[in-house]
Nanobody, 124 residues
Framework: QVQLVESGGGLVQAGGSLRLSCAAS????????MGWFRQAPGKEREFVAA????????NYADSVKGRFTISRDNGKNTVYLQMNSLKPEDTAVYFC?????????????????WGQGTQVTVSA
């Protein structure tokens, strides 16, 4: 049973930074794609970033390129999302997702495993 547990969310002022963590368990994730998604109130869930566990290839949404960095720690089975230069429009619940696939361009509906989410609030 795949389990994904996010942590690291919180309240931060615009221009600040946060690092989200996603602890993964229940599988060997070497051939998985791991993604971060977010959902703001009244909006659909959207892609933020993805990484292929075995090769470390990455993909980012245009809205976060140059500000967010996705990475993974193989020893800890954990994926991170470092978020810098945060803006109020980054406010959302952030979700970690996993899929047994090597692609980092999977559409959202291809991800089978999801965490419960962590709230990120950026004040102006």
């Amino acid at each position: 049973q795949v389990q994904l547990v996010e942590s690291g969310g919180g309240l931060v002022q615009a221009g600040g930074s946060l690092r989200l963590s996603c602890a993964a368990s229940g599988r060997t994730f070497s051939r998985y794609a791991m993604g971060w998604f977010r959902q703001a109130p009244g909006k659909e869930r959207e892609f933020v970033a993805a990484i292929s566990w075995i090769r470390g290839r990455t993909n980012y949404a245009d809205s976060v390129k140059g500000r967010f960095t996705i990475s993974r720690d193989n020893g800890k089975n954990t994926v991170y999302l470092q978020m810098n230069s945060l803006k109020p429009e980054d406010t959302a619940v952030y979700f970690c997702a996993a899929e047994p696939d090597l692609s980092v361009t999977l559409p959202i509906d291809k991800y089978d495993y999801w965490g419960q989410g962590t709230q990120v609030t950026v004040s102006a």
